[in-house]
């Protein structure tokens, strides 16, 4: 039986994860396929990865969402920091929904985690400005007003003493320089202080592998604004690409 459900594709420098979604409880609506990235992860290379993984779910026929680790805008790749040159400036929607013959869109894989968040997660049912950032390798961001996305916010770029931030704040510099929970919740203090004066925001999430340690650190921080750990956790990307796409994309 044909199912109209959203699709979304996860694209990640080591796995591209996929799944329909069930847009009723933000949730798998079969178990997700993965598939280890390419060596070569060019776009059309990928392209020709996302045939086959959708060739597996021939029953789902809705929208796909696609999560990718770079700046989007209107489809269009502007960045590539861990995947290949080549996607700086493709037109990602257009390939994908050539390859695929299905209406594609794709979403900067921070901002599909935060809209999952807000609508089915941590932040669901909160108004105002919802910043949900994720703790790994760099630092990812979403920046959500009463539930609208402002795209490609790359908060973890932000310049505080002198140094990108996430070169000091983000999970890899803790695990790097072995810093105690207590060191790094000090260059965390200073950097969601940082937001706060620039937003004012009335809700902080926080997600990436780490958060599920929240417990470790997250009461050690000296904030005004209440931080919560994310709640969707490795299901993020899938969902929110699948919920962008489902919405028209951007």
């Known amino acids: 039986m044909s199912s109209a459900q959203p699709f979304g594709i996860d694209f ?26 390419p060596e070569r992860s060019t776009p059309e290379a990928i392209a020709e990865i996302f045939v086959d993984l959708l060739a597996k779910f021939p029953d789902c026929t809705g929208a796909v969402g696609v999560t990718v680790p770079g700046v989007v805008r209107h489809g269009v790749v ?3 920091a861990n995947i290949d040159k080549a996607w700086i400036g493709t037109d990602a929607d257009a390939l994908f929904t050539r390859a695929t013959g299905r209406d594609v869109h794709v979403v900067n894989d921070a901002d599909a985690a935060g809209l ?18 994720t703790l790994g390798t760099g630092i990812g961001s979403a920046l959500v007003s009463d539930g609208i996305l402002v795209p490609n916010s790359e908060l ?14 983000a999970n890899s510099a803790r695990t790097r320089e072995d ?11 200073k950097y969601y202080r940082t ?10 999430v926080v997600g990436g592998g780490v958060s599920k340690e929240a417990d470790s650190f997250l009461p050690l921080l000296d904030i005004s604004t209440e ?16 919920l962008y796409a489902s919405e028209g994309g951007g």
């Open 12 to 37: 990640g420098g080591t796995g591209i994860k996929g799944a329909p979604v069930d847009l009723d409880t933000g949730d798998f609506a079969a178990e997700r396929e993965r598939i280890r990235t």
């Open 78 to 80: 502007h960045s590539a």
């Open 116 to 133: 999952a968040e807000v609508r089915y997660g941590a932040a669901k049912g909160r108004s105002g400005v919802v910043i949900v950032t």
């Open 156 to 169: 973890g770029h932000l310049e505080i003493d002198g140094h990108d931030a996430e070169s000091r704040a």
């Open 179 to 189: 810093l105690s929970w207590e060191h790094w919740a000090k260059r965390l203090t």
């Open 195 to 204: 937001l706060e004066k620039l937003f004012s925001p009335d809700l902080f």
């Open 227 to 242: 931080i919560i750990p994310a709640q969707l956790r490795n299901k993020a990307g899938v969902v929110g690409a699948a």
